[in-house]
């Protein structure tokens, strides 16, 4: 029903910036009209985690403790587009991070991987040591 296309990420130094997108789209109609969108990492040898997540109605958020104050997520509801925006970097954060869709509004919008439906195609993050 959804297809995800996510660009951006890259390699960055520690205490960089970078910025992830991530553009929705709906292939069939569906009957829900909220949605939680999130974003996920994953590092080699370690079970994807949820960073953060925003629901379409844009006032509400989520953070993993690991990136609040350096992570902002947001939404542009008119161009159907989510973003991550990734300041004071470090090299723990470092993974394949991934935007998701969650069908259903909720407040807070969760950050378990399990409560999400669709998913994009991963986009890495370096930040080397």
């Known amino acids: 029903q959804l297809r995800l296309v996510q660009s951006g990420g890259g390699s960055a130094q520690a205490g960089g910036s970078l910025r992830l997108s991530c553009t929705i789209s709906?292939?069939?109609?569906?009957?829900?009209?909220?949605?939680?969108m999130g974003w996920f990492r994953q590092a080699p040898g370690k079970e994807r985690e949820g960073v953060a997540a925003i629901n379409s109605d844009a006032d509400s958020t989520s953070y993993a403790a690991s990136v609040k104050g350096r992570f902002t997520v947001s939404l542009d509801n008119a161009k159907n587009t989510l973003y991550l925006e990734m300041n004071s970097l470090q090299p723990e954060d470092s993974a394949m991070y991934y935007c998701a869709v969650r069908l259903g509004g909720w407040r807070p919008p969760p950050l378990e991987v399990d409560e999400y439906t669709y998913w994009g195609q991963g986009t890495p993050v370096t930040v080397p040591v």
């Open positions: 709906i292939i069939s109609t569906t009957r829900y009209t909220r949605f939680c």
